[in-house]
C-alpha cells in the first residue's frame, strides 16, 4: 500500500514568489492535516480536513497561506507571497478516521523542505 | 492551551534501556502519543495511551499517568538505528475544532556503540 506522497520534496524560491505544495494521502482516508515544522522542533498543525471541508484552519496564516481540497483526496497548500520566515519542512499526513478507535494514528508524507531566499 | 516538555536531548549505549519523559499541561485530555522521526524523514507512530498504565509494543512501551499529567517513553536493548528525534504528543478536545494533536519539541534520542 502507498503511503502518503508529497511533491516537490525540496523547493527553493525568492522571497515575494509564490508556491505551492501537493499532497496525496492514502487511498481511503478521510482526514488530512498540514503541518509547518521548524528546525529543532515538532510539526505544528495549519489545517485540518474531514473529506473536502476544512474543519480546523485555527492556525493557517490567511493572509498568505491557502489550501483546498476540492475532491476529498488531493490537497494543495499555497503560500502567496512568500516570506524568509516560511522556510521550514511542510508535512501532509492523513488518518482513516479522526474520530475513530481512539489511537488516531497519523500517517505522514516526507514533506517538503522550503527555502525562502 | 496546551504545553509539553520533553528533554532535549538523550544519549545511550547500545543494549542499553533509555527512558523519555513527557510532561504536559491541558485540557479536555483525551490521550498521549509517541512519534518517531528520523532526520530527513517522515514522523511515524509509535504508540498512544489513553489510560493510565504501561502499553508494550516490542520493544517500545508507554506509560501514562493521567492524575500525574506525565507519560514516558521506553526503548529497550538499543539499537543504532534507534537514533532519532521522538515527539510526545497531546490528543485534547482542541476548542470550538473537535480533538486536536499537538506535538512537543521532541528528544533527540543518539545511540552510541
Known amino acids: 500500500e502507498a503511503g502518503v506522497v508529497q511533491s516537490p520534496r525540496y523547493k527553493i524560491i525568492e522571497k515575494k514568489q509564490p508556491v505551492a505544495f501537493w499532497c496525496n494521502p492514502i487511498?481511503?482516508?478521510?482526514?488530512l492535516y498540514w503541518y509547518l515544522q521548524n528546525l529543532g522542533q515538532g510539526p505544528e498543525l495549519l489545517i485540518r480536513?474531514?473529506?473536502?471541508?476544512?474543519?480546523?484552519d485555527s492556525q493557517l496564516p490567511k493572509d498568505r497561506f491557502s489550501a483546498e481540497r476540492l475532491k476529498g483526496v488531493d490537497s494543495t497548500l499555497k503560500i502567496q507571497p512568500a516570506e524568509l520566515g516560511d522556510s521550514a519542512v511542510y508535512l501532509c499526513?492523513?488518518?482513516?478516521?479522526?474520530?475513530?478507535?481512539?489511537?488516531?494514528?497519523?500517517?505522514f508524507g516526507p514533506g517538503t523542505r522550503l527555502t525562502v531566499l | 492551551g496546551q504545553s509539553l516538555e520533553q528533554p532535549s536531548e538523550v544519549t545511550a549505549v547500545e543494549g542499553a534501556i533509555v527512558q523519555i519523559n513527557c510532561t504536559y499541561q491541558?485540557?479536555?485530555?483525551?490521550?498521549l502519543s509517541w512519534y518517531q522521526q528520523h532526520d530527513g524523514g517522515a514522523p511515524t507512530f509509535l504508540s498512544y495511551?489513553?489510560?493510565?498504565g504501561l502499553e508494550e509494543t516490542g520493544r517500545f512501551s508507554s506509560f501514562l499517568s493521567r492524575s500525574d499529567s506525565y507519560g514516558y517513553l521506553l526503548l529497550q536493548e538499543l539499537q543504532m538505528k534507534d537514533s532519532a528525534s521522538y515527539f510526545c504528543?497531546?490528543?485534547?478536545?482542541?476548542?470550538?475544532?473537535?480533538?486536536?494533536?499537538?506535538f512537543g519539541t521532541g528528544t533527540r534520542l543518539a545511540v552510541r556503540p
Open positions: 499526513a492523513s488518518s482513516l478516521d479522526h474520530l475513530a478507535a481512539g489511537r488516531n494514528e497519523q500517517f
Open positions: 487511498s481511503g482516508h478521510n482526514t
Open positions: 480536513y474531514e473529506n473536502e471541508e476544512a474543519v480546523d
Open positions: 491541558t485540557s479536555g485530555f483525551y490521550g
Open positions: 495511551n489513553a489510560l493510565d
Open positions: 504528543a497531546v490528543r485534547d478536545r482542541g476548542g470550538s475544532s473537535g480533538d486536536k494533536l499537538t
